[in-house]
């Protein structure tokens, strides 16, 4: 999550939040982990929070680089080993990479949904790329380390993907050569 799950800004988190309000109707045990600037009270409503710090390097928070924060890793360890976790459903490939390492620490098989917003490596090379306030580095950085980080995620790191739409769901398998199975589409 990137904004808690009761302040939602933009399209994204709202589709988080009703997700996870309609899992929880339903009668499922909800654990979310988010960065600790983002937790208010009211989100223990929805679901268990754990959260993480989120670090700035230069004013910047560093949500991309969840893969190498050890601290990130060391809390899904603990939830890992303290919870029963039926699945996994991650919202960027950041920090994919984290989740499997946490998996194979606490040797838990619990399968990884990839709930994509978007086509993030488009959406990076479009937006980021674009953005006056990210630097001259990070526009030529961001896009491609994106890119890398979705074709492994969605070829290799994720049972499946959860796609917005059918033009998402295309487009994740005609860039990264997924079987069509592998992709749905939830308009």
């Not at 109707?25 to 959260?51: M, R, S």
Request: proline share 5%.
């Amino acid at each position: 999550m990137h904004s808690g799950l009761n302040r939602p800004p933009h399209g994204g988190q709202n589709r988080s939040f009703n997700l996870i309000q309609q899992l929880e109707k339903h009668g499922n045990d909800i654990i979310v982990l988010e960065p600790q600037e983002f937790f208010d009270l009211k989100d223990l409503e929805l679901a268990k929070i754990y959260t993480h710090p989120n670090y700035r390097v230069f004013g910047r928070g560093w949500n991309l680089f969840k893969d190498v924060d050890i601290w990130f890793v060391i809390k899904l360890v603990q939830i890992l080993r303290r919870e029963p976790i039926d699945l996994i459903v991650i919202e960027h490939p950041s920090g994919t990479l984290a989740v499997k390492l946490a998996a194979a620490l606490t040797k838990t098989n619990v399968p990884v949904i990839y709930g994509s917003h978007n086509v993030d490596s488009d959406f990076a090379r479009d937006v980021i790329s674009q953005v006056a306030h990210f630097s001259q580095l990070e526009r030529k950085i961001v896009p491609p380390y994106v890119t890398m980080l979705e074709k492994l995620t969605a070829k290799y790191l994720v049972n499946h993907i959860i796609a917005v739409s059918d033009a998402d769901k295309d487009r994740f398998c005609s860039k990264y050569g997924l079987d069509r199975e592998k992709v749905t589409a939830m308009i």
